[in-house]
């Protein structure tokens, strides 16, 4: 088992374009959650996905989106970058029923330029 | 809403000395607090829960509700324990919220 993986590993866009990251969860996990991390901070929650629905949401504008497929895997979607959002965007999965213990990827560097 | 603060952005110590890393939440539910640590170039990774109250590389924590702290200690620091370490919190509903992490050296 990969774990948790993530694509791309790096990503440079520019402002007011939209970007597309992946993740793929831990085998046998039901649950993603997606971060954004800037520098020198800990980990900001974007949202988290079970059973394709999102479940939860931290305080993120609507640009941000996600998605979960039947297969668990997920996508988060930015829309009209701007330069605030270069940061690592880490996603985690874990299992619902497993008391939530997270499994993390090894992120995704987005730099808007 | 919840918070977790991690008041120590740096902390040395010397190999065999005993470390404390301080983590403070608030949240008015009944909380479910981790700490984390991510080690040069590699993901980060669960260190321990409070539920499980276990010892992991020979670290504990102890969940202080009167005081919400959640600090994290080790009697005898090793250079391998050198590593950002983040406190969080989970919500039943589902949110984790993580405090800024503190960088852990451990001198020889």
């Known amino acids: 088992d990969a774990g948790v993986t993530q694509s791309p590993t790096h990503l440079i866009k520019t402002r007011g374009q939209q970007v597309t990251l992946r993740c793929s969860p831990k085998s046998g996990h039901d649950t993603v959650s997606w971060y954004q991390q800037a520098l020198g901070q800990g980990p900001q929650f974007i949202f988290q996905y079970y059973e394709e629905e999102e479940r939860q949401r931290g305080n993120f504008p609507d640009r941000f989106s996600g998605h979960q497929f039947p297969n668990y895997s997920s996508e988060l979607n930015v829309n009209a970058l701007l330069l605030g959002d270069s940061a690592l965007y880490l996603c985690?999965?874990?299992?619902?029923?497993?008391?939530?213990?997270?499994?993390f990827g090894p992120g995704t560097r987005l730099l808007v330029l | 809403a919840q918070r977790v603060t991690q008041p120590e952005k740096l902390l040395s110590v010397f190999k065999g000395a005993p470390v404390e890393l301080k983590c403070n939440y608030s949240y008015s539910g009944s909380p479910e607090l981790f700490w984390y640590v991510q080690y040069s170039r590699q993901r980060l990774q669960l260190l321990l829960r409070h539920i499980s109250r276990e010892s992991i590389k020979g670290f504990t924590a102890d969940l202080n509700k009167g005081e919400t702290s959640f600090h994290l200690k080790k009697p005898f620091a090793q250079e391998e324990d050198s590593a950002m370490y983040y406190c969080?919190?989970?919500?039943?509903?589902?949110?984790?919220?993580f405090g800024d992490g503190t960088t852990l050296t451990v001198k020889p």
């Open positions: 985690a999965s874990s299992l619902l029923q497993g008391g939530e213990t997270q499994y």
């Open positions: 969080a919190l989970n919500t039943n509903a589902g949110k984790s919220t």
